[in-house]
Nanobody, 124 residues
Framework: VQLQASGGGLVQAGGSLRLSCAAS????????MGWFRQPPGRERETVAL????????YYADSVKGRFVISRDNAKNTVYLQMNSLKSEDTADYYC??????????????????WGKGTLVTVSS
């Protein structure tokens, strides 16, 4: 599985962005998906996760109520809608896929596939 994230950019605080992660192959529906971020000078952290069918989600406390993860298995794509953005949301954002939803909870673990990052910069 190859993952390609897009949608990053520069936005003012309070604004919105939607990230997309397109996956190659016909097995997208077999993988739980996640969004992660790595702020400058800090470790990678989990942002949001979604199960294979989309019936289960997880959000980091820092983004609850502001970010929404969703997926379209027919389009092999997972999305991250980011609203009410804050300067502390500035980071490189990555998508990842794993056959186990639980594995995605640990960004330092042996996750099956990672995409390249897309930079989100929130100006205050």
């Amino acid at each position: 599985v190859q993952l390609q994230a897009s949608g990053g950019g520069l936005v003012q605080a309070g604004g919105s962005l939607r990230l997309s992660c397109a996956a190659s192959g016909r097995t997208f529906g077999l993988y739980s998906m996640g969004w992660f971020r790595q702020p400058p000078g800090r470790e990678r952290e989990t942002v949001a996760l979604i199960s294979r069918s989309g019936d289960q989600t997880y959000y980091a406390d820092s983004v609850k109520g502001r970010f929404v993860i969703s997926r379209d298995n027919a389009k092999n794509t997972v999305y991250l809608q980011m609203n009410s953005l804050k300067s502390e949301d500035t980071a490189d954002y990555y998508c990842a896929a794993d056959s186990s939803f639980i594995h995605l909870r640990n960004p330092k673990g042996n996750i099956d596939y990672w995409g390249k990052g897309t930079l989100v910069t929130v100006s205050s």
